[in-house]
C-alpha cells in the first residue's frame, strides 16, 4: 500500500513539475511589448530632456519601443495617479521627482499613497540648486546677499515654478538657515519665472544649472553659491554654499522612475539594471554634463531610503515654515 503511495505522489509531483515549467515557458520573457513612460509635466523642460534621454537608451537596451507620455496638471499629481492605476506588468513606468515625497505635505486627500502604491526602480540624475541673483541686487557673494537681505526684511522676492516644489522650498530653508526673510512668488513653471528674475521684477531665485547657466554667462544673472559637496563642471567660479559660508544647506532636485506597486521584483532588477546602464553611458554623461546635470544611479533599495530621507527633510520644512497650498 504504501508503495503503491509513493508511487502515486511520485506521479502526481512530476505533473505538478510538468505544469509548472510549461506555465514558465508559456510566460514571455520581459519586456515584449511597448513600454508607456509616464511624464506628469508638459513638454520641454529639463525634467523632459532627462526622460527622452533615458528613454531613448532604455529602448536601445530592452529592444523594444519606449513611448514618453506626457500627462502635466495638478502639480505632477494627474500623471502620477495614472501610474497608480496603471497594471503592475513593468509596461507602465513613471517620472517621478521631489514632489511625489513633498506632496503628501501640502496635499489632502492624494488619490494614492506616496509610499504604498509605487515602487522606486532607479534615480536617474540629481541637479543642484543655484541662488541666482538679479544684477541689480548689491551683492556679489553669499555673505554679502545674507547681510543685504537682513537689512531688508520682507523687501526680497524669490521666483519659484510652484508653491510647494523644490524651488520653493529651497528658499525657505535659506530663509530658516540664514536667518533672514525673504517673499516667495510663485510661478507655473520655470519658464515664467526666469522671465520675470531676468527682467527684474524679483530679486533671485533658486534653481538647478539648465535654467541659471544660459543667464549667468551672458552676465543678466548673478550665480553666487550652488548645492552640494563640489562645484559644477559648468560653473566652476561659483563656490559651494559651504564653501561660501553656510555649511549644511542642501536643496537639490532629483529624477527617478518608479512602477506601480506590486510589480514583480525580477522586472524591477531588469529594468534598475538597464537604466543603471544606459545612466553610465559615455554619450549619456556627455549630454548631462553638458547641460550641468550629474548622473544619479543607485538601487531600488537606495532610491526607497532617498525618497523616505527627503519626505522628511522637506516635510520639517514645510511645518517650520508654515507653508499651505491655496483652494
Not at 4 to 28: G, H, K
Not at 274 to 303: H, N, R
Request: aromatic fraction near 6%; glycine fraction near 8%.
Amino acid at each position: 500500500m504504501m508503495k503503491a503511495f509513493n508511487a502515486m505522489m511520485r506521479v502526481v509531483a512530476a505533473a505538478v513539475l510538468m505544469v509548472v515549467a510549461d506555465s514558465a515557458a508559456a510566460q514571455p520573457a520581459y519586456p515584449n511589448k511597448v513600454v508607456r513612460f509616464i511624464v506628469p509635466f508638459p513638454p520641454g523642460g529639463s525634467t523632459n530632456f532627462v526622460a527622452r534621454l533615458v528613454g531613448q537608451k532604455l529602448s536601445e537596451d530592452l529592444g523594444q519601443q519606449v513611448i514618453i507620455d506626457n500627462r502635466p496638471g495638478g502639480n505632477t499629481i494627474i500623471g502620477t495617479e495614472a501610474l497608480a492605476k496603471a497594471a503592475p506588468d513593468g509596461y507602465t513606468l513613471a517620472l517621478a521627482t521631489s514632489t511625489l515625497v513633498i506632496s503628501p505635505h501640502l496635499v489632502p486627500n492624494l488619490p494614492y499613497d506616496a509610499v504604498k502604491d509605487f515602487a522606486p526602480v532607479a534615480t536617474l540624475v540629481r541637479t543642484e540648486y543655484i541662488l541666482a541673483l538679479h544684477p541689480s541686487v548689491p551683492a556679489n557673494n553669499l555673505q554679502e546677499f545674507i547681510a543685504f537681505a537682513k537689512s531688508k526684511p520682507g523687501q526680497l522676492n524669490y521666483a519659484s515654478s510652484s508653491t510647494g516644489g523644490t524651488t520653493h522650498l529651497a528658499g525657505e530653508l535659506f530663509n530658516i538657515m540664514a536667518g533672514v526673510k525673504m517673499q516667495h512668488v510663485p510661478y507655473k513653471g520655470g519658464g515664467p519665472a526666469f522671465t520675470d528674475l531676468v527682467g527684474g521684477q524679483v530679486q533671485l531665485a533658486f534653481n538647478n544649472a539648465v535654467n541659471v547657466l544660459p543667464h549667468a554667462k551672458t552676465g543678466r544673472l548673478k550665480a553666487i553659491a550652488i548645492s552640494g559637496e563640489s562645484r559644477s563642471s559648468v560653473l566652476p567660479q561659483v563656490p559651494t554654499f559651504s564653501e561660501a559660508g553656510l555649511p549644511g544647506f542642501s536643496a537639490r532636485e532629483w529624477h527617478g522612475v518608479i512602477a506601480p506597486a506590486r510589480t514583480p521584483k525580477a522586472i524591477i532588477n531588469t529594468l534598475s539594471a538597464a537604466i543603471g546602464k544606459a545612466m553610465a553611458a559615455p554619450d549619456i554623461l556627455e549630454k548631462l554634463a553638458s547641460q550641468g546635470v550629474d548622473p544619479y544611479i543607485s538601487t531600488p533599495e537606495q532610491f526607497a531610503a532617498l525618497m523616505h530621507a527627503d519626505a522628511a527633510k522637506w516635510g520639517k520644512v514645510i511645518q517650520e515654515a508654515n507653508i499651505k497650498l491655496e483652494n
